[in-house]
């Protein structure tokens, strides 16, 4: 099979920055977008079949800021089969789309789930590289080729706006019942936790651990998924690690992730706290959910997630705060975390954990009400509704009497 444009892990860590922007698919700029893997029976799949549902590339007009065109929405779906595939394998697949997509010359791909967002440069383009068709039949090349798991596949790819609005809660239902799987196991019932390096390409020192109580900074594996993936393809960028002794309980700290840290961080790290965001914070790389930061005016933490428009309370926007966290380095008061950390009751837990969160987008602070409302902070935390600066911060905080302001949380240990 022949493409326009050459295929192979060099290409990984290509960037394709808005100078050279052709076009793109999903990101911020875009509402309706999401990438989903679900296993099926052989017989419902027709090996190799990819299908464009909505307008292709050669039909939409390329990148141009003053007219705003360029950007557009997206859902990738991978259908599989095969006799030793089961559903705890669908984010694992479902990941790949992130290293098939940068594997194509041309092509960057970030994030994941309803966060997708992919790229082309006008190269690919001028190389004609002007169908998603071929996209897909290079997805369906390389998971039968790097995935001998799988039997049979079929890539769908749909642009059509009203048709990935329609099926985007589908996904989402699918999201979350793979997050409430995952609450059900503590750090302490396993000995073994997971390491994913699939980001390593644009963040060289990054290796994002996941266990029971920690999902992967992207979101979208959590330890059963690692768990799968390691057995799926054993030598893959998923892969078990022995949790050994534990050294501190309060901040976190694993002999085995300490190791595995110093192995895979090219030896620039060699300690990790997966509870705290100081001294030794989890690196971060790029395709995080969201950026837990640290607010000293307040002596407490802030959340902004990927999706928040605007300036957050300390005055910086998500990207501009990403770009100073990302990149495979540890930041003091700076984590990139998935969102479902938040629910963990081991989130920060060194610093206060969800106690001292003390700002919130409102769009997290209601989707995770639940969780604030336990620790009898929720009412307590500002959103940008709220507040604009910390200086309006610090007398919210006051006159509401927030628990941490008001001294009645005691940190652990």
């Not at 006008?122 to 002007?130: L, P, V």
């Not at 769908?156 to 196991?185: C, G, S, W």
Request: net charge negative; aromatic share 10%.
């Amino acid at each position: 099979m022949e493409f326009h444009v050459d295929i192979g892990p060099q290409y990984e860590g290509e960037v394709v920055r808005k100078d050279d922007l052709f076009l793109e698919f999903g990101g911020p700029k875009v509402q309706f977008k999401f990438e989903l893997a679900t296993v099926k029976s052989l017989e419902e799949i027709e090996h190799e079949k990819v299908e464009i549902i909505g307008p292709d590339i050669s039909d939409l007009d390329p990148y141009d800021d003053e007219k705003g065109t360029g950007s557009y929405p997206i859902a990738i779906l991978i259908d599989v089969a095969g006799a030793e595939l089961d559903k705890d394998a669908e984010a694992i697949i479902e990941r790949r789309i992130h290293m098939f997509t940068n594997m194509t010359e041309g092509w960057y791909h970030m994030n994941q789930r309803q966060d997708t967002w992919l790229r082309i440069n006008k190269d690919c383009a001028k190389k004609g590289f002007n169908s998603l068709k071929e996209l897909g039949e290079i997805y369906n090349l390389l998971y039968t080729s790097e995935m001998s798991i799988i039997e049979k596949i079929q890539t769908t790819i749909i642009t059509d706006p009203e048709k990935v609005k329609e099926l985007l809660p589908h996904a989402l239902e699918v999201y979350a019942a793979r997050d409430d799987r995952a609450r059900t196991l503590r750090d302490e019932d396993v000995d073994t936790f997971y390491g994913c390096v699939l980001c390593q390409s644009f963040a060289p020192t990054h290796i994002s651990i996941i266990t029971p109580d920690r999902i992967a900074n992207c979101g979208a594996i959590n330890w059963f998924d690692g768990r799968a993936a390691a057995k799926i393809d054993p030598d893959g960028p998923i892969f078990a690690i022995p949790k050994g002794e534990l050294i501190d309980p309060v901040k976190g700290e694993y002999t085995g992730a300490n190791k595995v840290e110093a192995e895979r961080s090219l030896g620039t790290y060699d300690r990790v706290y997966l509870y705290s965001a100081f001294e030794h914070p989890h690196t971060s790389c790029g395709c995080f959910e969201a950026i837990v930061f640290y607010i000293p005016e307040v002596d407490g933490f802030g959340v902004v997630h990927r999706e928040f428009k605007g300036n957050t309370v300390v005055g910086d926007t998500f990207s501009h705060m990403a770009g100073e966290t990302s990149g495979g380095k540890q930041v003091e008061g700076r984590l990139g975390t998935g969102l479902e950390q938040l629910r963990s009751p081991k989130f920060i837990q060194a610093d206060g954990g969800r106690k001292r969160i003390v700002w919130l987008p409102k769009d997290i602070k209601e989707r995770y009400k639940e969780a604030f409302q336990a620790d009898g902070v929720y009412d307590k935390i500002a959103t940008e509704e709220d507040v604009k600066d910390t200086d309006e911060l610090l007398q919210f905080l006051e006159k509401v009497g927030h628990p941490w302001m008001m001294g009645e949380v005691e940190l652990p240990g």
